[in-house]
């Protein structure tokens, strides 16, 4: 079973309103990441939250981590076509680096 | 900063034949890895390097593949005897230090095993 998995395959919303993705991991973690990928390119890394830090925001972007649920979520307001990407939470094992553990990843599609 | 390179983008090849993927790491960065991912399994780590040792290669499928890092400016992954089920994007990533969170990834070649 995966370490971190987001609990929605897909999800579509109309340009302009606002949407939320959700993830549940199973490790001890020191940080969990949000990453973004687009068609034709690789995962690059959004947000960084801490394990120590109950919310993070970047720009349009607003991250929240609840370890005693072992749960984080990714909201994005005023959406743009260019949001449509799937998104990805990751984790490290503990506090380990080496390799990332991704989950199934979220396809968000943003309507014109 | 071009970022983490990946050469080709696409490779066709025969079932039977070899592969070589290349991966050129961000200058810098310590660390480089390999994911490989398809639409059923999703992203799937395969190995890595820290300071171009070989580190964790725990995910690689044993018999065909290898990686290699034999400088601090390239990696390979080389799939020998490819089989349809290789087809799939790999991934390269890197990162800077054991302190960086962020793992930097290219934007993957595409093989396709005929």
């Known amino acids: 079973s995966q370490l971190a998995e987001e609990n929605s395959w897909a999800l579509s919303v109309h340009e302009g309103e606002s949407v939320t993705v959700n993830c549940s991991y199973k490790?001890?973690?020191?940080?969990l990441q949000w990453y973004r990928q687009k068609s034709g390119k690789g995962p690059a890394q959004l947000i960084l939250?801490?394990?120590?830090?109950r919310e993070k925001r970047n720009g349009r972007l607003r991250a929240t981590l609840d370890t005693s649920s072992q749960s984080s979520s990714l909201s994005i307001t005023a959406t743009r076509c260019e949001d449509t990407a799937v998104y990805f939470c990751?984790?490290?094992?503990?506090?380990?680096?080496?390799?990332?553990?991704f989950g199934a990843g979220t396809q968000l599609i943003v309507i014109p | 900063n071009a970022g983490v390179i990946q050469t080709p983008r696409h490779k066709v090849t025969g079932k039977g034949q070899e592969a070589t993927l290349w991966c050129e790491p961000i200058?810098?960065?310590?660390?480089v890895f390999w994911y490989r991912q398809t639409i059923v399994q999703g992203l799937e780590f395969l190995t890595y390097?820290?300071?171009?040792?070989?580190?964790?290669d725990s995910g690689m499928p044993k018999e065909r593949f290898s990686a290699q890092m034999p400088n601090q400016s390239h990696s390979t992954l080389k799939i020998q005897s490819t089989q349809p089920q290789d087809s799939a994007v790999y991934l390269c990533?890197?990162?800077?230090?054991?302190?960086?969170?962020?793992?930097?990834f290219g934007p993957g070649t595409r093989l396709t095993v005929l």
């Open positions: 990533a890197s990162s800077s230090d054991w302190g960086s969170y962020e793992q930097y």
């Open positions: 490790t001890s973690i020191t940080a």
């Open positions: 939250i801490r394990s120590n830090e």
């Open positions: 990751a984790t490290y094992r503990g506090s380990a680096l080496g390799r990332l553990h």
């Open positions: 200058s810098g960065h310590s660390a």
């Open positions: 390097f820290r300071n171009q040792a070989p580190i964790d």
